[in-house]
């Protein structure tokens, strides 16, 4: 069975850094594409990252180019998100994704989920 948990959440203080680890199993990451998306409290879930090919792909939207950075590590068949540079306006819950195939910054196109995880950025 297909299962993602994502860690590594907390609070961070504005300019600071966090890395978020998405630990899959049931499945293996050569075949799939893996996003990263965030929810705000009141807001739609939007898109922050994709990886895919296993590593080789890897889409951004413009907003959070310059400062997120996502990776995968095939040996720990785990997917990670670098975030830099954090602002107020990162504050949300991040939940990381499965699809098969290419990459896609669209919620509907995911049908598997991890739980989230929480980053709170505050001074």
């Known amino acids: 069975q297909l299962q993602l948990v994502e860690s590594g959440g907390g609070l961070v203080l504005p300019g600071g850094s966090l890395r978020l680890p998405c630990a899959a199993s049931?499945?293996?990451?050569?075949?799939?594409?893996m996003g990263w998306f965030r929810q705000a409290p009141g807001k739609e879930r939007e898109w922050v990252s994709c990886?895919?090919?296993?590593?080789?792909?890897?889409e951004y939207p413009g907003p959070v180019a310059a400062r997120f950075t996502v990776s995968i590590d095939n040996t720990k068949n785990t997917v990670y998100l670098e975030m830099n540079n954090l602002k107020f306006t990162d504050t949300a819950i991040y939940y990381c994704?499965?699809?098969?195939?290419?990459?896609?910054?669209?919620?509907?196109?995911?049908?598997?989920w991890g739980q989230g995880t929480q980053v709170t950025v505050s001074s």
């Open positions: 994704a499965a699809r098969r195939g290419r990459c896609s910054g669209d919620v509907a196109d995911f049908g598997s």
């Open positions: 990886i895919s090919l296993g590593g080789r792909a890897t």
């Open positions: 049931g499945f293996t990451l050569d075949n799939y594409a």
